[in-house]
């Protein structure tokens, strides 16, 4: 009698098990043909029970059914998205049943090699045709400037493969775009992990973010510190140096790292500027805007060099007026005519930069207003009133109050 009971045990058992792997047979079969509702239903019922719940194949057919329907959805949308994601879970969940062992039967699958240009029966349905079909999601995203979903099917790819350069290049450069930094930092920093990848675009990207929108120089700085130990000839990486030094008010080191950045590139009117202002802040005038006028030398058309160079001027004549109202009133009248000439000269050659510096950026106001007030102490009222009618016609008739 027990036996016979044992042997009734055993056929319900082995018809049950028979049971769950018909669903899974059915769950491929619908994955096959299309029909991924019944595909869904069949596969859910088999994970659903607990005597095949544990069986890591039957989490990869559910997240091959998944792969497909996210594939077929041309739509590319979030309810796009949400099926990637899905089915990403999904393939990690096996992976984990599988033993997280890409060497088992099913590790094996779940990696499989997913080549371009294979008919699609003949596709594995890996997780790496997950991450292919969402790189094709994201370039036509990108390519109909939905900017927002590009990232997201660049996002979903990357989290396949975190060694993937170019997914996780686009992904950063569209998260930085975008605003979102933290993203944009994530990938940027998966780059910077990559060895034989040439990180030197993502170390500009990380050194921006970090010091201008995390506020963080002294983050910024350490990684170009480190940044320069793999490219030390590197030309940009040596000006954000000396930017973040200035940042970080370590004048010294920046003085050092400029005057060896100008052996190197002596044509960089950049760098010339920081040279010139390390010796303005230092109280050095004269060394100042000598480097000032050397860098409108090498780039006559260089703003910032017109500008500052113009600006300094002024301030010289500033500090030589203030010094002759200083003195007794024997002196002043000495020293006057021959102090007053000189502070004219700088206002003339300042007229001159600042008028270089208008006819590179027409539209700035400030510039005008500047060079209105140099013409007008000279007492050249022909030119100062030639930018008042163009201030005027800008700003209104009572710019002057404003």
């Known amino acids: 009698m027990k036996k016979l009971i044992f042997s009734l045990a055993l056929a319900a ?53 998944q792969t497909k329907m996210f594939g077929s959805d041309s739509s590319n949308t979030m309810n796009t998205l949400e099926i990637g994601n899905a089915a990403f879970d999904t393939y990690m969940e096996a992976f984990e049943k599988a ?31 997950l991450k292919n079909v969402s790189f094709d999601k994201a370039l036509e995203r990108y390519e109909n400037e939905d900017i927002e979903m590009a990232y997201e099917f660049f996002n979903l790819a990357g989290k396949v493969d975190l060694q993937d350069s ?24 998966y780059l910077l992990e990559l060895p034989e990848y040439n990180k030197i675009n993502a170390y500009y990207f990380m050194v921006q973010i970090l010091s201008s929108e995390d ?5 910024a700085y350490a990684l170009v510190e480190k940044a320069r130990q793999e490219y030390p000839d590197d030309k940009v990486l040596a000006e954000y140096e000396i930017q973040l030094l200035l940042q970080l008010n370590k004048m010294d080191q920046a003085m050092s790292q400029i005057k060896d950045a100008l052996e190197n590139d002596p044509n960089n009117a950049g760098l010339w500027l920081r040279s010139g202002y390390l010796k303005e802040q230092a109280g050095d005038l004269d060394g100042g805007l000598a480097d000032y006028k050397k860098a409108t030398e090498v780039d006559p058309e260089f703003y910032q060099g017109n500008y500052y160079t113009g600006a300094l001027l002024l301030e010289m004549s500033t500090k030589m007026l203030n010094e002759l109202n200083n003195l007794s009133d024997a002196e002043w009248e000495k020293q006057s005519p021959i102090v007053g000439a000189k502070a004219d000269e700088n206002y ?17 106001n400030d510039v005008l207003i500047i060079l209105y007030q140099v013409y007008t102490r000279l007492k050249n009222t022909a030119e100062a009133e030639k930018i008042n009618q163009k201030l005027t016609e800008r700003l209104g008739p009572n710019w002057m109050e404003k």
């Open 166 to 189: 170019t997914i996780h290049y686009n992904a950063g450069f569209i998260a930085n775009d975008l605003g979102r930094f933290e993203d944009a930092k994530r990938h940027f920093g």
């Open 13 to 65: 058992s082995t018809t049950f098990v028979f049971g769950q792997k018909k669903m899974v047979r059915e769950a491929e079969k619908g994955f096959k043909s299309g029909n991924f509702t019944e595909a869904l239903t069949a596969i859910d019922a088999a994970i659903a029970n607990p005597e095949t719940s544990g069986d890591p194949a039957t989490y990869l057919v559910k997240a091959q059914i």
């Open 99 to 129: 033993g997280s062992d890409k060497s088992s039967t099913v590790g094996k699958e779940i990696y499989e090699e997913d080549l371009a240009g294979v008919p699609d029966n003949l596709r594995p349905y890996s997780v790496i045709t």
């Open 215 to 219: 506020k963080d120089p002294e983050g």
């Open 348 to 364: 003339k050659e300042a007229a001159k930069y600042f008028e270089k510096a208008s006819q590179i950026q027409p539209d700035n």
